[in-house]
């Protein structure tokens, strides 16, 4: 049955999901099972094949407890003749914030557009013509509420009358330009939290210039593309570069972006990603240089055996068939663009049998470097005759000569108890990230019910690492990831072969 976290009253309605994970039918489209509650909150699914199944509720309104199970679904075996009568999911009334976006002074802004984040949640909302928002359907948590004035399609005034053209920054509750001093909001179960009024920041009309070269000729048209700093998606429209490779972006917000050009046609050419600062004045000169999509082969070169290959599959299972029985894995290596942008955000190459690979259509830019494979990690890469330590591509200047990834399966271990002020917390969420300049992506678990967590397999490098707000899940790309928990984080260096004891405090 489906209840009420808070009540306990049976909910009606409520859509029961179980989809199918190791069963004869959980191939590449998973079959899904599902029910609707009665009155008294209680649903069948009847028949099931044997196999695995996630199991997830929802109902408007409500979401489930990012503890259930350790996740927002959770899973369950069922064997043959096996009846699961005594399954009990509760769901949790969600929350919302309400409030006004103003001027500096206190006029209300029309269609400004309202982000929140924070609890896994990415939304949006625009203010109506009196500067009202309403963001709902929230799970219990901590949020920030950032307002941006409405996005203007149009160059800068140019005004005659000696009045001066106005701008407002992209502003946190309730009147911050750093998210760092930003207020967090605590969103409880069936609770509106109202007045919560941005006033936006006043800054200076401010403007990122340059030049691009090295563009196509014919009709491709180039854009400028824009991410602001810890960002999951882009910063602003795209800036249309002229025919002579001149752009000009404003205006732009005080704050750290990445910057590329993109020049749109038959195919698409780009340029590597170019960090820059935006303070109190103008930034001129920004050069952006276009190369096309190139080809990257190499070799890879392991340290020992364990290195070398994947870790296999089980003995095959009596009374499967074949097409459910344990595969081998394919060795692959990922590269993952350190700018964010998605466009060249996602490429991967199979391994071959002599260990040579090759990646094709890689635009500039550097690149993480992982594998399929584990416990290793790459030590080194070496492209042409030049070898750094780390997981880092550098291809910011297009191809440079054959490339060779050093792989080793040296890698250590963080363990240890979460406690608070009554002793170990079950279940705690444990985030561990790399430190500005760490090389591999974040990882996270769940402590088990004595409070202890181990997370194993992790490259040498320098990270932080907190038990943090269930259902928290950082930007690995933020310098600032942490931020919310610097007063319990701990500062880690792994060494190869490390096993670290580490005790952690929950808020």
Known sequence: MVTNSLTGEPILH??????????????????????????????????????????????AGFVMPANTGGGRDFNITLGAGDKKEDLKLTLTPTGAIIGRVLDSTGEPVPNAMVHLEGNNENQMAIADEQGRYRIGGLGPGKYRVQASPPVSLFPREVRTDGSEEVHYSATYYPDSLARASARRLDVRPAAD???????????ALLSVSGKVSGMPGGNAGTNIEVMREGAFDYGGPPNIVKPDGSFTISPIDPGKYTLVAVSYGQHNVQSAPVDIEVTGANLERIELRLIPPFEVSGQMRFDDEAARMPRQPGPPQPGQPAAAQPQAFPRQIYLRSDSGFMRNGGLNADVAADDSFTLGNVSPG????????????????????????GCILDLRNGPAGAVTFTVSSLTG??????NDSS????NAHVVLVPQAGGLQFMRSTAAK???????????????????????????????????????????????????????????
């Open 449 to 507: 019910p004595d409070g202890t967590y181990r997370l194993t397999g992790l490259p040498p490098g320098k990270y932080k690492l907190a038990a943090t707000d269930e259902g928290f899940y950082p930007n690995p790309r933020s310098d600032a990831a942490l931020e919310d928990y610097e007063d319990v984080a701990q500062s880690i260096e792994l060494r190869p072969g490390d096993k670290i004891t580490q005790d952690l405090k929950r808020k």
């Open 413 to 418: 271990e963080i363990s240890g108890t979460v």
């Open 366 to 389: 550097r690149y993480s470097v992982s594998l399929s494979w584990g416990p290793a990690y790459v030590r080194s890469v070496r492209v042409g005759d030049s070898e750094t330590e």
């Open 423 to 426: 002793g170990p917390v079950a």
């Open 14 to 59: 409520a859509h029961v999901l179980l989809r199918a994970t190791g069963s004869a039918n959980s191939d590449m489209n998973p079959q899904t099972y599902g029910a609707l509650t009665n009155q008294e909150g209680k649903f069948t699914i009847a028949p099931l094949p044997v196999g695995s199944y996630f199991v997830s509720a929802d109902r």
């Open 193 to 203: 939290l109202s007045g919560i009024d941005i006033r936006l920041v006043r800054t």
